[in-house]
């Protein structure tokens, strides 16, 4: 069985390279065209303009749109404390980038504290 080609509304990611920022944008939902088509600013500016020349680049800026130009390439995303790397996938496109990089640690409880409950008194104390 081959391989699915990845498409993103009708097109694959070559054609999706070839075409200008402002067709790709008619082709994403409305708050991603909305972020697009506003001015930039000038963070923004020198992230796209350090994304075609660099592979590994770090960004604070966490809002901006995954573009097909950018897939392939490794970004390192500030989530709060540290850069987490993003490996951009085609899947990813149209996406914003810092929702790859989660701000959230999973938290994971342990045994309950010594007079959380009256049933503590059981538990043997580490």
Aim: hydrophobic share 35%; with cysteine; charged share 30%.
């Amino acid at each position: 069985m081959a391989k699915k080609e990845f498409t993103y509304r009708g097109k694959t990611l070559e054609e999706l390279k070839g075409i200008s920022a402002k067709e790709f944008a008619d082709l994403v939902p409305s708050r991603q065209r909305r972020t697009m088509l506003r001015e930039q600013s000038d963070e923004k500016r020198t992230f796209m303009k350090n994304i075609s020349t660099g592979n590994n680049i770090k960004t604070h800026c966490r809002d901006i749109v995954i573009l097909p130009s950018m897939v392939g390439k490794t970004i390192r995303v500030y989530n709060g404390k540290e850069f987490v790397a993003v490996i951009v996938q085609p899947e990813m496109i149209g996406h914003f980038i810092g929702e790859f990089a989660l701000t959230r640690k999973r938290i994971t409880h342990s045994a309950p504290g010594v007079g959380a409950t009256r049933s503590t008194s059981s538990i043997s104390v580490k």
